[in-house]
């Protein structure tokens, strides 16, 4: 079993930037790809960014190419989402997911998930 829990989420002006955090505890790991997620009121959860663990190869949305980029700490057993540009459209829960395959997974197929942290930007 992996336990995800985000950090870093909060309140914001269009423009800032924000750094999001996923530590894994439990289990290993492992070689478990890697994600974010995010969540508006009344929309589905959709993806935002994913990290092949073996490869390390990156992808993101094309709502955040550009703006939001995916990276990893090894030796924490941390991803980080590092949001710069946001726009009052970015504005969700954002969820950490593990384990699921190729390089833009719909949310469904995502085996963990954290709890969520609310990023809200205003204009």
């Known amino acids: 079993q992996v336990q995800l829990a985000e950090s870093g989420g909060g309140l914001v002006q269009a423009g800032d930037s924000l750094r999001l955090s996923c530590a894994s505890s439990?289990?290993?790991?492992?070689?478990?790809?890697m994600g974010w997620f995010r969540q508006a009121p009344g929309k589905e959860r959709e993806f935002v960014a994913a990290l092949m663990w073996t490869s390390g190869s990156t992808s993101t949305a094309d709502s955040v190419k550009g703006r939001f980029t995916i990276s990893r700490d090894y030796t924490k057993n941390t991803v980080y989402l590092q949001m710069n540009s946001l726009k009052p459209e970015d504005t969700a829960i954002y969820y950490c997911?593990?384990?699921?395959?190729?390089?833009?997974?719909?949310?469904?197929?995502?085996?963990?998930w954290g709890q969520g942290t609310q990023v809200t930007v205003s204009s």
């Open positions: 439990g289990r290993t790991f492992g070689n478990y790809n």
């Open positions: 997911g593990a384990s699921f395959v190729g390089p833009r997974p719909q949310a469904p197929s995502v085996r963990y």
